[in-house]
């Protein structure tokens, strides 16, 4: 989909709103990243998200020289600035005065998934706990309001919430 150039967050709403409004199909969008190992290394990965690119790597306890972020703080930096963005969007959406938003995101994973000692844990996170801080001159109540909707619209949150079908090809 390509916008018209906008100025503020009201009117990306806007021009979307009118982009898709007779054509549903022009509302998806498609997002692509490359991953790749960094020769000679055993866990750095070199990502390409469009035209930017930035490291990926393991804490020296699990295997990595801690160059960068690992992916699952990855997965919770994703979850925290998609609801910064998602508070933003629907403050202006809902005229709900903002000062600012920030979101702390904490995750618990047990390794023991992750690297195969037990079947019977997760490698994934067992709990998520996201806490969001909004200052405003808004009610607690219009806040409240702004948080049921972002929860509702959060693209990463619903990938966290929500199965997605997911489907892996090799080529070797």
Do not use: K
């Not at 995750?107 to 067992?126: E, K």
């Not at 001159?137 to 929860?151: A, G, T």
């Amino acid at each position: 989909m390509s916008l018209p150039e906008a100025t503020s967050l009201s009117e990306v709403i806007d021009a979307t709103r009118d982009a898709v409004a007779d054509d549903v199909g022009a509302a998806a969008v498609t997002f692509r990243v490359t991953n790749s190992l960094v020769p000679g290394t055993a866990t750095q990965v070199s990502v390409e998200a469009r035209a930017h690119g930035f490291a990926v790597d393991e804490p020296v306890s699990l295997g990595g020289t801690d160059l960068a972020p690992n992916p699952v703080e990855y997965a919770l930096a994703a979850l925290g600035s998609c609801q910064v963005i998602t508070y933003q969007f629907w403050a202006a959406r809902l005229g709900i005065r903002l000062d600012s938003v920030s979101v702390a995101v904490e995750g618990d994973l047990d390794v023991r998934g992750f690297f195969g000692i037990a079947d019977h844990v997760r490698p994934g996170f067992s709990a998520i706990r996201v806490a969001v801080s909004l200052t405003g001159p808004e009610s607690r109540e219009r806040y409240e309001e702004l948080r049921w909707n972002v929860d509702r619209h959060c693209p990463v949150l619903d990938l966290f919430r929500a199965e997605t079908p997911t489907r892996t090809t090799l080529a070797a």
